[in-house]
């Protein structure tokens, strides 16, 4: 979209065509509804106009009923964080007790959104015209105030703000890039920021070592989905890893590396198995979940919890162990036809097998639905037939 166009949304007519386009338009008809609007309002406005609300519709599982009034592109909502995640560090830049934020590289809005409504005061900036008039626009309809301009991400005069947040792209001409060398603006520039009071995105899998010794790195999961990173700096004294996860509602639970005892025992499978979630394994807490159910490892190095207490955690999932099988697929069919199973859910690690080749070997022709898990123990690699247990959600720790 160009930026005639997106001001041209922003006027009185368009809005009146954007009103018009959502009241008539569904997926299935679109290029009806377009062909008829054609007819009468310029074609480049149509277009802009069921463009923005087919990514408003797409907007709302990933920020909130509030993406129905606000503007998107395409790479700018793929790119955008999304609204719990938001929400969840804008609080916590709150709650530090920070006012006035700098967004360097803001996009199209979606940090900037969050810190405005956590009560911060919010300047953005961002190189592109369009995504700064996009961002703009978003604060506006939400009723927030902001300043964003057009610029360089290195070129703000940052004392006077509390905090500083980055986002720094991770595109480049042969796509996304997992390698933090190649962010723009530069890694050099990201320490930069960490020397002061500063939050920086970045992918999941940043390497623990690139991380300087003093700033914490908080791994994000929404809904089961390890989502990103934040490298805190100036964070909790004593803190480096910190796992969140956030469930579907939008509640946080967190655990950090101050509340992980580490080198826990390993033992044979207890009555119950925990899975925990992405974000914990990647902040290497497995051993803050084991310490918080009386639990041990089943191997010291896979990322599955053993316990005879059975202690429902938003950090991991549990499991109820039915049966402890061999690594055989003879024993392994027959126990799973004994009990009528079908469709079968395979977990695994730390063994070489493939959960699609191993479901077409077995048969099974039941109707009784089944999970195994199948992973090293002390003693040999085992099949443990488990029960998913309803997951009950405790009060939230570590805000």
Wanted: hydrophobic content about 45%; some cysteine.
């Amino acid at each position: 979209m160009d930026g005639a166009a997106f001001e041209y949304l922003l006027s009185g007519p368009g809005q009146g065509l954007l009103r018009e386009v959502e009241s008539a338009y569904a997926e299935a008809d679109a290029l009806v509804v377009g062909s008829r609007l054609r007819s009468r309002h310029d074609p480049a406005y149509v277009a802009a106009a069921l463009t923005q609300v087919r990514l408003r519709r797409k907007a709302v599982d990933k920020l909130g009923e509030d993406a129905a009034r606000m503007y998107f592109t395409p790479t700018g909502l793929e790119q955008a964080t999304a609204g719990p995640v938001a929400a969840h560090r804008a609080g916590r830049i709150e709650a530090a007790g920070h006012q006035r934020l700098l967004d360097l590289g803001c996009g199209i809005g979606a940090d900037l959104v969050a810190a405005a409504m956590a009560g911060l005061t919010v300047h953005a900036v961002d190189r592109d015209p369009v995504t700064v008039a996009i961002a703009r626009a978003n604060l506006a309809a939400l009723g927030l105030t902001g300043a964003v301009s057009v610029g360089d991400a290195r070129e703000p005069d940052r004392s006077a703000y509390d905090i500083v947040f980055a986002d720094p792209a991770r595109r480049g001409a042969r796509g996304r890039t997992f390698d933090p060398a190649a962010y723009s603006p530069p890694w050099s520039f990201v320490e930069e920021l960490l020397a002061g009071a500063a939050v920086v995105k970045v992918a999941p899998g940043i390497p623990h070592a690139l991380v300087p010794a003093d700033v914490e790195t908080e791994w994000v999961s929404l809904a089961g989905r390890l989502r990103e990173a934040a490298l805190w700096s100036r964070a909790d004294t004593g803190v480096q890893r910190r796992a969140t996860v956030i469930d579907s509602a939008g509640t946080a639970t967190s655990v950090t590396d101050a509340e992980d005892p580490g080198h826990p025992a390993v033992r044979d499978v207890g009555r119950f198995v925990y899975e925990p979630d992405d974000a914990v394994i990647r902040a290497h807490l497995v051993t803050a979940v084991a310490a918080d159910v009386a639990g041990w490892l089943l191997d010291p190095h896979l990322a599955y919890v053993s316990s005879d207490l059975n202690r429902p955690s938003r950090l991991a999932r549990v499991y109820a162990v039915q049966d402890v099988l061999p690594f055989k697929e003879k024993q392994l069919r027959a126990a799973l036809r004994a009990r009528g199973v079908g469709p079968l859910t395979i977990k695994k690690r730390g063994v070489q097998v493939t959960p699609e080749t191993l479901r077409k070997r077995l048969g099974l022709e039941g109707s009784t639905p089944a999970t195994i898990i199948i992973t090293r123990t002390p003693t040999s690699a085992a099949v443990l037939l488990v029960e998913p247990l309803t997951r009950v959600e405790p009060p939230t720790s570590c805000p």
